[in-house]
């Protein structure tokens, strides 16, 4: 029986553990949240990463801007955040209304308080296995894979997603620990055959049981990041879960999995932002032997 990856037991662990280094600290980290016009979806998990902060003990400030804003009334906000002392990190929720430029908005943000690692600065850092940030999603799959023990090195990888928030980072991860890694897209030749190599499986594409049993190799860990909502509100994933559950040997929920631990990794950002503006060495935070992600009591014991 496979085991089932509990991101709502993790990413809990993960909050306390931030929380109780927020208590050592001199000063309580700040996040901004920007959210732009009235887009539900992002409602609702702006509402999640203010809790979060909450539970954290990390100030949360959201600011709340109208569907006709302008993109210059985004970049002034954003200038004036950027030079507040009491906030590290500053996030935009995306997708932003048309006809701002997303790019424009994101490369606005100082890359000492990006936390969501959208930053070309911090993407190269990423590239390069010198990690400032590292972005939230792929960042809590690692965090998930070492957490359950899984082996990355020499291991065949499948992504299943080659966005700049998702695939791409999550594959720079894995390569820089030694993973043999394959993103798949829409324009990927017999995905099946293709995704039944993976010894572990990573998806993000936001359709209902779009990967089916026999696309999953037998004792393949598989990893879902989709969230998608049907027309009652309920979440799904791309697994058919039930299904898969027969062959693999570990899988995340849906909800209850990846996305609990993007958040998890937020918070991590924002208390990682808010130390090095008091002077921390990120080298205190991020092992350098193996450039291995770590569980958040280690990597932020005093003494490390
Ligand atoms: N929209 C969907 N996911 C994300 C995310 O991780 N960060 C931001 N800023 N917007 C999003």
Not at 212 to 225: E, L, R, S, T, Y
């Amino acid at each position: 029986m496979a085991v089932i990856m509990n991101g709502k037991l993790l990413s809990n662990k993960i909050k306390q553990e931030i929380r109780e280094e927020i208590n050592f600290l001199e000063i309580k980290p700040g996040l901004a949240v920007i959210i732009v016009g009235n887009d539900p979806s992002s409602q609702i998990y702006v509402k999640g990463k203010i809790k979060d902060c909450n539970e954290c003990g990390i100030k949360s400030f959201e600011f709340s801007l109208n569907h006709n804003s302008k993109e210059e009334d985004i970049l002034k906000l954003i200038d004036e955040l950027n030079n507040r002392e009491d906030i590290h990190g500053i996030i935009c929720q995306l997708p932003l209304p048309e006809g701002i430029n997303q790019q424009h908005i994101i490369q606005a943000i100082s890359p000492e308080k990006d936390v969501d690692c959208f930053h070309f600065e911090n993407l190269g850092r990423v590239i390069n296995g010198n990690y400032g940030f590292l972005p939230c999603t792929p960042q809590g799959v690692m965090y998930m894979l070492d957490y359950y023990n899984i082996t990355i090195t020499g291991k065949h990888v499948v992504i299943v997603n080659h966005s700049n928030i998702v695939g791409k980072p999550q594959a720079m991860l894995l390569t820089n620990r030694d993973a043999t890694v394959s993103i798949a897209h829409k324009a990927t030749y017999a995905l099946s055959s293709l995704t039944r190599l993976a010894d572990i499986l990573i998806t993000a594409v936001g359709k209902k049981n779009f990967i089916k049993q026999h696309m999953v190799k037998p004792g393949a860990v598989v990893i879902d990041v989709a969230i998608g909502r049907d027309n009652e509100g309920k979440i799904y994933g791309d697994v058919a879960f039930d299904e898969v559950l027969e062959v693999c040997s570990h899988i995340t929920p849906v909800p209850g999995g990846i996305g609990l631990m993007t958040r998890a990794m937020l918070m991590r950002n924002t208390l990682i932002a808010a130390k090095r503006a008091l002077g921390y060495d990120y080298s205190t935070i991020v092992r350098q032997d193996d450039n291995k992600p770590i569980l958040a009591s280690k990597s932020f014991s005093k003494n490390y």
